[in-house]
């Protein structure tokens, strides 16, 4: 099985037409995934891509019963567009786009309050189920059917480990990026709790970073609930600068992130199986598995 996305889920693209947006669609369309409309205020009643196109969300909805998006616009439009989504009421929400203003994800927080749309990013990979669906931008050459849920906060970490489990004959139910922003939708805690209740599921793979409280928070998590399946967590950056940003990943100390090495203590305090490096997940996997 899978979670959040499969074969009967329908995505439209918000951005469809623009460069990014027509380059992300074709692949997931030639991948196979169901793809079934875009969106681009003032282009509907046009085709792109053999898609139709809409003016909105909601036409867009009516008329093809997507319960799914990819959001690909430039971020100063990018909280409107995932807003304009959760008011359509859709499943699940992807977006991709980085740099999105924290000010604007604060309205985009409220929004999501009390909805029924799951938000993936902004600034993620997006989320594949192999060979039933793909929605955002992960690499799909070596992602295998399996039973390894993987949530992440790094797509090249991602990438890596993916390919590094499918070459070991473990193959992945669904792999989720959460995206790297401080503020962003789905987080560890909700992908541990949507896997621990996938019966196709039988390992998750956290990779985690420094910056942020994911790391924490699914500690916290883990340590208060009897989860039962083998959780193996990789937090990298144990030798960056302290208070120094790092790319999408650096937040500084007063935002209540710990370091790397106080992020893995509490994960194996809380009972997650500990990672030394990227090689190193597909070994504890197979010792978790017992394979």
Sequence with gaps: MSILV??????IVQGITGRAGTF???????????????VRPGRGGNKHLGLPVFHDVAEAVDNTGANASLVVVPAPFTADAMIEAIDAKLDVVVCITERVPQHDMARVKRALSGSKTVLIGPNSQGILTPGQCKIG??????ARPGRIGIASRSASLTSEILANCSAADWGQSTTVGVGGDVLHGLGFVECLKLFRDDP????VVLIGEIGGREEELAAEYLASTDY?????ALVVGRHAPLGQRMGHAGTLSQFGAASAGQKIALLAGAGAIIASDAGDVVHQVKAALGG
Excluded: F, L, W
């Excluded at 992300?24 to 875009?38: E, F, K, N, P």
């Excluded at 039962?228 to 193996?232: M, T, Y």
């Design 200 to 203: 196709e599921t039988e390992c």
């Design 137 to 142: 931008v992960m690499p799909t050459k070596d």
């Design 24 to 38: 992300y669609a074709d692949q997931a369309i030639r991948y196979g995934s169901t793809y079934v409309g875009g």
């Design 228 to 232: 039962e399946k083998p959780v193996v």
């Design 6 to 11: 499969n074969q009967e889920t329908k995505v």
